[in-house]
């Protein structure tokens, strides 16, 4: 995952949705979730889909945005993890890949190149989440 450190992208209010992020390179999940919660997000990070799926079955009513990786060790396929979102359709599923992405599975609105520029995902991620209000 890449970031610039001086990176300049404004603080966002809370969201008021949760961003579920699922990678199983740990230390990449580490600096994605700090990012977001640095910068307001109500954000989750799995390991594995097998984790995040069971999280999103408990919980599905306040996710917002899913970002998976194309790739994972997970003993659970992109498919079989999509056809639990494609139930809810108003959860906004995106893939991230170190490989282009030349077509979108079905149920999957956006794709990423890896690495990621953070700054530019939370824009993107902010007004799908919403915000909660301030205290």
Do not use: W
């Not at 396929?77 to 108003?90: A, Q, Y």
């Amino acid at each position: 995952v890449a970031q610039r450190l001086n990176d300049s992208s404004p603080l966002l209010p809370s969201g008021g949705k949760e961003s579920v992020f699922v990678d199983d390179t740990r230390g990449n999940l580490q600096v994605m979730v700090m990012f977001f919660k640095g910068r307001g997000f109500n954000v989750r990070g799995f390991s594995s889909r097998r984790e995040a799926l069971e999280h999103l079955k408990a919980n599905i009513a306040n996710v917002g945005a899913v970002l998976t990786d194309l790739n994972t060790g997970d003993d659970i396929s992109l498919e079989e993890f999509l056809e639990f979102t494609r139930l809810h359709p108003t959860v906004a599923v995106s893939i991230c890949s170190g490989d282009e992405v030349r077509s979108l599975p079905v149920g999957v609105s956006s794709a990423y190149q890896k690495p990621l520029h953070l700054g530019e995902l939370s824009q993107t991620l902010a007004p799908i989440v919403g915000k909660r209000s301030e205290d």
